[in-house]
């Protein structure tokens, strides 16, 4: 995959609360990238509405927050060639630095040892592009969006990608989630299993009326 070779294409800078997943409820500054290599129909992201910025400005955005855990998300963080020297500044200043992404391409090791969380949401609707050699196969958590019948591709990742917490997220369209649908599934997943069970992540940021 080729990657971005100027400057930090930026979404928004923002302080809040994580909605989703394991850390559902932590405080954190959210760094959002614009620039994706997906493109999903029921995204909820304006991730091609974006300013480019340079490294130093991008910090100094991020500094200006007192909170000390950020959030890497987009878009898709991994398409840009300049997140290496971000994850070292943020690093060295002390910060805690978690990665939202969609998996397909594993971040180089040098910026994996600065991740302290790494979120991976494998899409279903690209499952053909998922490639062993590439794709990451070790996170902290993967969150897969409910979007059809999604059962046969959270087994295999399941499978194919370690992490300690899995997660289903119900799909949003046109003002409609699918709940039941994503409840009925954990269900088919989990029977019978005592490891490796999968949970329901709701966007709870939401539903209180968070950003």
């Known amino acids: 995959m080729k990657r971005d070779t100027g400057g ?15 850390n559902t409820g932590m405080p954190a500054v959210f760094l959002r990238l614009g620039g994706c290599n997906l493109a999903c129909p029921w995204c909820d992201t304006a991730y091609d509405r974006f300013e480019t910025l340079d490294e130093d400005e991008v910090v100094e955005r991020v500094m200006a927050f007192a909170c000390k855990s950020i959030i890497i998300t987009g878009g898709e963080p991994m398409v840009h060639a300049g997140l290496g020297e971000l994850l070292e500044r943020f690093k060295l200043s002390g910060r805690w630095i978690g990665i939202e992404t969609n998996g397909l391409v594993a971040p180089p090791e040098p910026w994996r040892r600065r991740i302290d969380y790494l979120a991976v949401s494998p899409k279903a609707l690209y499952a053909e592009l998922y490639d062993d050699e590439r794709m990451i196969r070790h996170a902290d958590e993967v969150r897969i969006v409910v979007d059809g019948d ?7 990742m399941r499978d194919r990608i370690e992490a300690a917490n899995y997660f289903l997220s119900p799909c949003e369209r046109a003002g409609e989630v699918n709940v039941a649908d994503t409840v009925r599934l954990l269900g088919r997943l989990n029977r019978g299993r005592r490891a490796k069970k999968w949970l329901l992540s709701l966007q709870t940021h939401k539903l209180a009326g968070f950003r």
């Open 8 to 22: 930090i294409r930026v979404v928004e800078i923002f302080e809040s609360l994580q909605g989703e997943g394991y």
């Open 150 to 156: 999604v059962q046969a591709f959270c087994e295999n």
